[in-house]
């Protein structure tokens, strides 16, 4: 993995965002070194440190990916998958659609914010014990009425092709996304996920044909892929689960 063109940079110990990313460069075989886990978190801390020394344009907050030879780096998720997209040829050939698939990436970005503030809706600064009831609230209005306003509007986009994929017969970073966005809410709402999934035959469709491209199966069985857990932005707590 030495000679891996991308330098990925975010917290080491979870999948949080940088997971979009991950799922991503492995669905298209870009190889990546993952450098907060080769060493440790300080190391994070102290290369966006020394960006922001350089660069008027340091990353405000990770995960960003770094192209090795220039050393040119892009930090927010939906524009880390939409730059590999466009360097690695793997867009659509339809100017307009790819910029609707940035649309629905960065609608998935919101989903993803929605989904730390369910256990962290006061401060991300303030532990989950000391915002708890709020937590149970933003948890209550969550699953009932944002995860199907949202997932109405990505059945939607999938249920007008033919599929599985939502631009047609070649995967997208869309398609990558909502893998790892269903596998999120499994995790941190089984219950909820468990009673709406009928609802959403094509979001469940692309998640397992996600779960299928050669690349993220392999990545999926390794090491690489750490578990969910509760440092990350998919946590599971019983009580904001509903039954
Ligand atoms: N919108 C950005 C969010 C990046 C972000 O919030 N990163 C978190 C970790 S998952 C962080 O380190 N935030 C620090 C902060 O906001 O102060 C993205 O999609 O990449």
């Given at each position: 993995m030495t000679d891996a063109p991308y330098d990925l940079w975010y917290w080491p110990s979870i999948q949080g965002r940088g997971e979009f990313a991950r799922v991503f460069m492995a669905a298209a075989g870009i190889a990546w070194r993952d450098r907060a886990r080769d060493s440790d978190a300080q190391a994070l801390v102290e290369d966006m440190e020394a960006r922001e020394k350089s660069s008027e344009?340091?990353?405000?907050?990770?995960p960003y990916l770094v192209?090795?030879?220039?050393?040119f780096a892009i930090a927010q998720v939906a524009h880390i998958l939409s730059w590999l997209t466009d360097r690695h040829d793997?867009?659509?050939?339809?100017r307009g659609l790819d910029l609707h698939l940035i649309q629905m990436q960065l609608t998935i970005t919101d989903v993803v914010a929605e989904v730390h503030d369910t256990h962290h809706p006061i401060a991300g600064s303030l532990y989950y014990d000391d915002q708890k009831d709020a937590a149970a609230q933003a948890a209550k209005s969550f699953r009932e009425e944002r995860i199907p306003k949202y997932f109405d509007h990505f059945e939607a986009a999938y249920s007008?092709?033919?599929?599985?994929f939502v631009a047609g017969e070649r995967w997208s970073h869309v398609d990558t996304s909502i893998f790892q966005l269903i596998e999120g809410l499994r995790y941190a709402f089984p219950n909820r996920m468990k009673s709406v999934e009928s609802d959403y035959p094509h979001l469940v469709a692309v998640r397992d044909a996600v779960a299928r491209i050669d690349g993220v199966a392999a990545y999926l069985a390794s090491d690489k892929r750490l578990a969910f857990n509760e440092?990350?932005?998919f946590r599971h707590y019983e009580e904001l689960d509903g039954k």
């Open positions: 344009f340091a990353p405000y907050a990770p192209d090795r030879e220039s050393d793997l867009g659509t050939g339809d007008k092709i033919d599929g599985p440092d990350g932005i």
